[in-house]
């Protein structure tokens, strides 16, 4: 019987049969007698060739029960502060059976999309005319469909081990379930990062759409 391909095997796959470049590191954290267990970091990143400055990059620690242990997604740098956070996910039916929860948080004034999502984080400096925007809303509502685990968000995991967003502010599509490894998924991601990216990014401050 055939043994099942690692997830790391999975995306080096990927990778080559798309040529794309992968660059993976593991690190083992140390362990003693009193403590046998071996926990890991591993982190990954792909750049998309296609896309300027954008990665899909998963990252995973072991030791770590926060909600950065794991994420997986696509990414791309914005021209804002690395002190801003946004944080959007679907809205569940928690959140629907919650009456105190309606009124709280961020809304965009759009009922139709403020009724489907919920502002875990938001920084409306520099970021309020973009989550304000009608298509921005459109695509949010279409990364939810594609998966209700996602999220979308500004800053919202550390993304330094990837040297094209190191030091930037960066955009997500990510899940902070588990990777992912199904090469259609990753291509859905990418494309899009890349409808994101043309309401969002603007290089150019004076075209800025924000």
Known sequence: MEKEKTTIQKLSEFANKTDHVVDFIEQAYPSNALHPVTYHRRLLYIPENRLANTYFACFGDSRRFDRQSIFSGVFFPIPLSKS???????????????????????????????????????????????????????????????????????????????????????????????????????????????????FVVKFDDQNAVY
Not at 120 to 133: E, P
Not at 146 to 173: A, Q, T, Y
Not at 189 to 195: E, H
């Open 84 to 198: 801003i956070r946004v944080c959007l996910r679907k809205k569940d039916i928690l959140d629907k059976m919650n009456f105190f929860s309606k009124n709280k948080g961020y809304k965009t004034g759009t009922n139709k999309f403020d009724s489907q999502v919920v502002f875990d984080a938001f920084d409306a400096i520099g970021t309020n005319r973009i989550f304000k925007n009608p298509k921005i809303h459109d695509l949010i509502l279409k990364v939810f469909n594609f998966d209700f685990r996602l999220r979308v968000g500004v800053n919202m995991v550390n993304l330094d081990f990837v040297p094209g967003l190191k030091e930037h502010s960066h955009f997500g599509i990510y899940s902070t379930q588990d990777w992912f490894v199904d090469d259609s998924k990753i291509e859905i991601l990418y494309d899009l990062a890349d409808q994101f990216k043309k």
